[in-house]
């Protein structure tokens, strides 16, 4: 079970928008900053934002970063077919000494 | 454009050490710039940190590994490296490497594709 807490399901259909959540404690996400990243089952992670709300070069702006207090979100909109992936957030604990990944939330563009 | 790729052994005995290398091409691993990271993922489970080092070889590793685990480099050969001993079934995954800004210092901005790696006698 992980320290950061994911849905592990989320759906929307085409075009649409739709939000993941990540929660966490004062320890981890209330003190640090997040990332999040996206899988397409049978490749590597990318990542799609840094420092809560940062996009690297190449992410385009459908894609959405915010945290607030011991929670962080993900944000996506017009979404696409080619969304469909698996989307992880992380962060550092300052308590554990460790990098932590959420559980995973599978997207589902219907 | 960087790259790295992992290599090593698809397949490791029960109690026996798990090695793996990464290898950088297109940049320097000395540069002060960046951490390099090793993550791992168990079939069909999330993902997992597993250590961390920095361009001077400090290495951050994950609590629950740490007992097992060392992470090296060689700057020469533009490689860092995983050794995890004692590896049982439950060590069985993809294992990435991955290159983390040092001013993010947990981001981890570029990956390489990932080796799967099977514990089985």
């Known amino acids: 079970q992980s320290v950061l807490t994911q849905p592990p399901s989320v759906s929307a259909a085409p075009g649409q928008k739709v939000t993941i959540s990540c929660s966490g404690s004062?320890?981890?996400?209330?003190?640090?900053?997040i990332s999040w990243y996206q899988q397409v089952p049978g490749t590597a992670p990318k990542l799609l934002i840094y420092?809560?709300?940062k996009r690297p070069s190449g992410i385009p702006d459908r894609f959405s970063g915010s945290k607030s207090g011991t929670s962080a979100t993900l944000g996506i909109t017009g979404l696409q077919t080619g969304d469909e992936a698996d989307y992880y957030c992380?962060?550092?604990?300052?308590?554990?000494?460790?990098?932590?990944f959420g559980g995973g939330t599978k997207l589902t563009v219907l | 454009q960087l790259q790295m790729e992992e290599s090593g052994p698809g397949l490791v005995k029960p109690s026996e050490t798990l090695s793996l290398t990464c290898t950088v091409s297109?940049?320097?691993?000395?540069?002060?710039?960046?951490?390099w990271g090793w993550i791992r993922q168990p079939p069909g489970k999330g993902l997992e940190w597993v250590g961390t080092?920095?361009?001077?070889?400090?290495?951050f590793y994950s609590p629950s590994l740490k007992s097992r685990l060392t992470i090296s480099m060689d700057t020469s050969k533009r490689q860092f490296s995983l050794k995890l001993s004692s590896v049982t079934a439950a060590d069985t995954a993809v294992y990435y490497c991955?290159?983390?800004?040092?001013?993010?210092?947990?981001?981890?901005?570029?990956w390489g594709p990932g080796t799967m790696v099977t514990v089985s006698s």
């Open positions: 080092i920095s361009y001077s070889g400090s290495t």
């Open positions: 297109g940049g320097s691993i000395s540069s002060s710039s960046y951490f």
């Open positions: 991955a290159r983390s800004p040092a001013a993010t210092t947990d981001t981890f901005d570029i």
């Open positions: 992380e962060t550092w604990d300052i308590n554990l000494n460790a990098v932590l």
């Open positions: 420092d809560n709300v």
């Open positions: 004062r320890s981890n996400i209330g003190n640090n900053y």
